[in-house]
C-alpha cells in the first residue's frame, strides 16, 4: 500500500530555512509526479508545488515562488521541499502528496500524515 | 481568497440527501477534470471523488460526482453521521499551472 512519511518539520525563525523530505513506499515512486499541499491552522488546502517524474518539469505556487524548491531523488524513493526566507504565513501543516496518475501530475492523490511547520519569532 | 469558490457550510439530518457545489472557470474547471477531497477532523485529506466522478475503491457508492462548464458538484445520497467532514473541490489550473482549491465545505449531521 502507497506510504507516504513526511518529516523535518519544526519551529523556524521569520527569514531562515527549513527542509522537508518525504520517504514513499509501496509504489515504484519513480513512475508518478509528487506534490507538496499545505494547510495553515484552521484553514483550508493550498497547492504548494509539483514534480514530474524525472524532476524535468517543476511548477510552484506564486505565494513560494523563488524561495522554496521541490526536488526528488529517485534512487532513495524520497521527495524534498527546501524552504528559505521562511515567513510568519509559511506557518502550516505540509502534506507530501502523490499523484492519483502514473504519468500526470495534475491530480494530487495518496497524501501522507503532514508535518508542521511553525514560522515565529 | 480561493480560486474555486464553494459554500463554507452544509447540513443536512442522517438519510438525507445533501450536495456540494463548487464553481470555477475557463482555465480550471472548464478546461480540466475536478476532483473531491474529504477530511475528517483530525486527519489528513483522502480523494473521495477523481475525473469528475470517479470514485477510489474503497469510497461507498452513497457518494458521487458531477460537472457542468465550469461548476460540479458532489452529491451524498444517503447522509450519514461519519460523514461529518470538511470537502474541498480541485482541479488542474492551466493559467496557474497547477492545482487550485476551493475554500472547503464544512458538512455536519444534524
Known amino acids: 500500500q502507497v506510504q507516504l512519511v513526511e518529516s523535518g518539520g519544526g519551529v523556524v525563525q521569520p527569514g531562515r530555512s527549513l527542509r522537508l523530505s518525504c520517504a514513499a513506499s509501496?509504489?515504484?515512486?519513480?513512475?508518478?509526479?509528487m506534490h507538496w499541499v499545505r494547510q495553515a491552522p484552521g484553514k483550508g488546502l493550498e497547492w504548494v508545488a509539483v514534480?514530474?517524474?524525472?524532476?524535468?518539469?517543476?511548477h510552484y505556487a506564486d505565494s513560494v515562488k523563488g524561495r522554496f524548491t521541490i526536488s526528488r531523488d529517485n534512487s532513495k524513493n524520497t521527495v524534498y521541499l527546501q524552504m528559505n526566507s521562511l515567513r510568519v504565513e509559511d506557518t502550516a501543516v505540509y502534506y507530501c502528496?502523490?499523484?492519483?496518475?502514473?504519468?500526470?501530475?495534475?491530480?494530487?492523490?495518496?497524501w501522507g500524515q503532514g508535518t508542521l511547520v511553525t514560522v515565529s519569532s | 481568497q480561493s480560486v474555486l469558490t464553494q459554500p463554507p457550510s452544509a447540513s443536512g439530518t442522517p438519510g438525507q440527501r445533501v450536495t456540494i457545489s463548487c464553481s470555477g472557470s475557463?482555465?480550471?474547471?472548464?478546461?480540466?477534470?475536478v476532483n473531491w477531497y474529504q477530511q475528517l477532523p483530525g486527519t489528513a485529506p483522502k480523494l473521495l471523488i477523481y475525473?469528475?466522478?470517479q470514485r477510489p475503491s474503497g469510497v461507498p457508492d452513497r457518494f458521487s460526482g458531477s460537472k457542468s462548464g465550469t461548476s460540479a458538484s458532489l452529491a451524498i445520497s444517503v447522509l450519514q453521521s461519519e460523514d461529518e467532514a470538511d470537502y474541498y473541490c480541485?482541479?488542474?489550473?492551466?493559467?496557474?499551472?497547477?492545482?487550485?482549491f476551493g475554500g472547503g465545505t464544512k458538512l455536519t449531521a444534524l
Open positions: 502528496v502523490r499523484d492519483r496518475f502514473n504519468g500526470s501530475g495534475k491530480t494530487p492523490g495518496y
Open positions: 480541485a482541479a488542474w489550473d492551466d493559467s496557474l499551472n497547477g492545482p487550485v
Open positions: 475557463s482555465s480550471n474547471i472548464g478546461a480540466n477534470i
Open positions: 514534480i514530474w517524474l524525472d524532476g524535468s518539469n517543476i
Open positions: 509501496g509504489f515504484t515512486f519513480s513512475s508518478y509526479a
Open positions: 475525473s469528475n466522478n
